[in-house]
């Protein structure tokens, strides 16, 4: 078994310098790598490329880096949950492209999958379309997308263990597994990190090989953005 | 005239049995309240669920399964989860049968216009982009005419757009129109509407053959 576990977010994030590119996992705040990103808070970096699918909220998730004009450019799908990201964007402080989220799903499972592009339909005909080479196949346009290229990717898991496999729950999976291997070095966190041979190979879903580093996170807040229940009768 | 229920009540009976649907945020989620007696349909969400069921009981919420809304759901049996690469395979590759989602505008081909505008609001297309290049059966769900009063059914969108000629049926407060080659054509009206009402509130093209029959809402 190749040991993939680090101490902790310390270790983990070593190696991190300004101007470097992050791809960092979640949908909202549901399943964002919580530990590391506190961690980058911390950290004296600045100048960064972001590929995320959302900017997180003011006081939470990549909203916390924002605040502290850590990002230079945010790669995304979806910001509308952030007042300053929106500030920082208009006032052109903070460099922002927009794709579509298929698009930026695929963008990073091409890295993960070494595909160099490849074509998708999504937005054909609109200004994600500009600059880019089109092309008919059957009698439909589509665009050609090119991979991402990361220097780290942080993402987020409900179970690891020391070899680096991951299982995911929920919607917290969502950008996770297609980040993973899709950056020069992935550091997963771990609600739950167990020894090699405790998780059923079956009920893995993404192979340790996609994983270099691998770590249980102190705490998970795990924030809830729109918390929507029915009263019990 | 309707309110955003009576939309999403029309809207409903589009519905089919054995339909996999996507509904985007705001009217096109409160379909999911009026799925007709006697179909089985189940509900994607781009974020990574099939299978979506209604919201949970208070203090049954669990942070680690939301919809595309960022909002708490449940889900049917018989629901799985999945990476957002896999979502969107479902999308592209036309495994989904029908997309319900909002717009700023529809334009009079089937151009839809809804994730910016330009130096005032930029929330992103999210999956949007994805959805409309892709599904063969679109249905938009709005308003008729926006807050200031003004048409959202034009000639061409002035709004940067979300996808071309992909819009198949437009559902509004006033209206049921089908997009075709010559322009909106008036197929329903709401209870209350008038033709007239309808042709004063759409700026695009407007289409109005014979008799058009009043919505069945229940």
Not at chain 1, 48 to 56: F, K, P, V
Not at chain 1, 147 to 164: C, L
């Amino acid at each position: 078994m190749i040991q993939k576990t680090v101490s902790g977010v310390i270790e983990a994030t070593e190696g991190v310098k300004s101007n470097m590119t992050f791809m960092l996992g979640g949908f909202g705040l549901c399943g964002i790598p919580e530990n590391s990103i506190a961690a980058l808070v911390k950290k004296n970096i600045k100048g960064l490329t972001c590929i995320s699918n959302n900017a997180g909220v003011d006081d939470f998730g990549l909203g916390l880096l924002l605040q502290q004009k850590q990002i230079k450019k945010m790669i995304s799908s979806y910001v509308g949950e952030n007042d300053e990201f929106e500030r920082q964007m208009l006032s052109g402080e903070l460099d922002v492209e927009l794709i579509p989220q298929g698009t930026l799903a695929e963008r990073c499972r091409a890295a993960q999958g070494g595909f160099p592009a490849f074509y998708t339909p999504a937005g054909y005909g609109t200004e994600v379309a500009e600059g880019k080479e089109t092309r008919e196949f059957n009698g439909k346009m589509y665009i050609l997308e090119q991979a991402f290229k990361a220097d780290f990717a942080f993402v987020k898991a409900w179970k690891g263990d020391e070899a680096g496999n991951l299982i995911f729950k929920g919607t917290a999976r969502n950008f996770n597994p297609c980040m993973c291997g899709a950056a020069k070095i992935t550091v997963a966190e771990v609600e739950e990190l167990v020894p090699a041979g405790s998780l059923d190979p079956n009920h893995v879903h993404i192979p340790g090989i996609f994983v270099q580093r691998i770590f249980q996170g102190e705490k998970y807040e795990k924030r809830i953005e729109q918390r929507t229940v029915l009263k019990k009768e | 005239m309707l309110d955003k229920n009576g939309i999403a009540k029309r809207i409903a009976k589009e519905l089919q049995d054995g339909y996999f649907v996507n509904l985007g945020i705001g009217i096109p989620t409160l379909v999911a309240n009026y799925i007709p007696q006697g179909i089985a349909v189940e509900f994607q969400s781009e974020n990574g669920v099939l299978g979506m069921g209604p919201f949970p009981f208070d203090g049954e919420e669990d942070a680690d399964v939301i919809n595309a809304g960022k909002q708490t759901i449940t889900t049917m049996p018989g629901a799985s989860f999945f990476d957002s690469a896999t979502s969107f395979n479902m999308i592209r590759g036309q495994h989904v049968d029908l997309t319900i989602l909002g717009a700023m505008e529809v334009a009079e081909n089937g151009d839809i216009a809804n994730w910016k505008i330009p130096g005032k609001m930029v929330k992103g297309m999210g999956g949007a982009m994805d959805l409309v290049a892709s599904a063969e059966n679109i249905i938009v769900a709005m308003m008729h005419t926006n807050r200031s009063g003004a048409s959202k059914l034009l000639k061409k969108c002035s709004l940067p757009l979300t996808g071309v000629q992909c819009v198949k049926k437009v559902i509004t407060n006033m209206a049921v129109l089908e997009i075709t080659e010559k322009g909106f054509k008036l197929l329903e009206v709401a209870p209350g509407v008038t033709k007239e009402d309808v042709q004063k509130a759409t700026e695009g093209t407007l289409l109005i053959e014979g008799n058009v029959p009043e919505m069945i809402l229940d």
